[in-house]
């Protein structure tokens, strides 16, 4: 004897959920949590090595903000203004 069972197409997808593999995170958001982690235990910590690693690779987020934290917005030159300027340098 044999027993049919039927089960709606949402019933599986929610069943199949726990079966899914977890999705993995980007691979620039795991560098960054680690070097703001390194920068976390040199701040904590006194070993001269690590302070001078996290000097040279800080952590992404906070050096952008700082790169453009200082940047101005410039008009734009007219073409003419842009002919003189070369003029003028050339001279």
Do not use: G, W
């Not at 690693?53 to 934290?69: C, D, E, H, K, N």
């Not at 003419?80 to 070369?86: D, F, G, R, V």
């Amino acid at each position: 004897m044999t027993q049919v069972v039927t089960v709606s197409a949402q019933t599986a997808a929610y069943a199949m959920e726990s079966v899914k593999p977890p999705q993995r995170a980007s691979r620039a958001s795991y560098v960054e949590e680690h070097t703001r982690m390194l920068a976390q235990q040199a701040a904590q910590s006194e070993d001269l090595r690590l302070r001078a690693l996290v000097a040279i690779v800080q952590p992404p987020a906070l050096s952008l903000y700082f790169l453009t934290s200082t940047q101005q917005q410039f008009e734009q030159a007219t073409l003419q203004e842009t002919i003189e300027a070369y003029k003028n340098s050339m001279t």
